[in-house]
């Protein structure tokens, strides 16, 4: 590994426990509670995601918690303690106050290792778009970059990381207030599907919408097409609800147009599906601006 220095951040990101043992990156996990259980977390029980939307299904309504700063404070220091500089990419601070509980627990420790380089960087963006990001700060690290010339790269192209997304029930995003009841009640009626992105902020914005599932799903496809801004090196995310059906169906219409292109799968997970429920369907890659 030619990194040099250790590489921090949270299970907002939705990439798969692999990916973080392969690169040796240390991710902390926000967590959920359901039916009185509390999952994930620091000292959560384990659920799958398979299970846990299947949960969802039966009535499950779960709530979500943040990485605290002592929990941030914990990790960090493990790495500080060991020697080592330390890079931090978080969850968006427009959807969630993770990005805060780091930069708290940073400048603690600045404190308490005054030799030691600490840099947080609030990615401003979400699931698998986080872990885009995440994979091509990875990437760019691994060149022998500085922890400092890393942040700079991190902070010029986290605008450019594109997040497109429908769901396919409006009542997860209505009980976490991003939509409203009555748009919730005639879009489920009149069966429209919401086009969504997440802004310059970070946070969830409706952008559009459709009649229909497919769609809401090839709405999506032709957004990306219309802002892409890749070459042949460059990836496209999808993350989805536990529909692996419609992955399929987008898939199919992507590689009909960039039919060279990599296309990396995961589910939404646990603490993000508890607010965009079933049959969400989200595509991340790298545009000319959100």
Same mark, same amino acid.
């Given at each position: ?78 790495? %500080? ?41 609030? @990615? ?7 872990? %885009? ?22 902070? @010029? %192209? ?40 997440? @802004? ?38 999808? @993350? ?13 219409? %992507? ?36």
């Amino acid at each position: 590994m030619n990194r040099k220095f250790a590489i921090v951040t949270d299970s907002g990101c939705d990439m798969p426990a692999d990916y973080f043992k392969a690169r040796e990156i240390v991710c902390v996990k926000l967590g959920f509670t359901m039916n009185n259980v509390n999952y994930e977390g620091e000292d959560g029980e384990h659920i799958s995601e398979k299970d846990f939307y299947q949960a969802l299904r039966d009535g499950a309504m779960p709530t979500t918690y943040q990485v605290t700063g002592e929990t941030a404070k914990k990790y960090i220091g493990k790495k %500080l303690e060991a020697g080592e500089d330390v890079f931090v990419l978080t969850f968006s601070s427009g959807l969630s106050g993770t990005a805060g509980s780091f930069q708290v627990a940073a400048r603690e420790l600045a404190e308490q290792y005054p030799a030691r380089k600490i840099f947080v960087v609030d @990615s401003l963006c979400a699931s698998m778009g986080q872990g %885009l990001l995440l994979d091509y700060i990875v990437k760019f690290a691994e060149t022998g970059a500085t922890i400092e010339e890393t942040v700079a790269y991190a902070e @010029s %192209l986290k605008g450019k990381i594109c997040h497109h997304f429908t769901v396919d029930n409006l009542f997860h995003l209505k009980r976490g207030g991003r939509v409203s009841s009555v748009t919730a009640i005639v879009g489920s009626i009149l069966k429209i599907k919401p086009i969504m992105h997440v @802004s310059d902020e970070g946070k969830l914005v409706v952008i559009g919408k459709a009649i229909g599932r497919k769609k809401s799903l090839k709405t999506l496809v032709d957004n990306l097409l219309e802002l892409k801004d890749m070459d042949e090196t460059d990836e496209i995310f999808i @993350s989805h609800g536990d529909c692996i059906e419609d992955v399929e169906y987008v898939r199919g219409l %992507l590689l009909e147009k960039m039919p060279k292109v990599k296309i990396t799968v995961n589910y939404v997970g646990t603490v993000i599906g508890t607010h965009s429920g079933c049959g969400t369907l989200a595509i991340f890659h790298k545009g000319k601006h959100r």
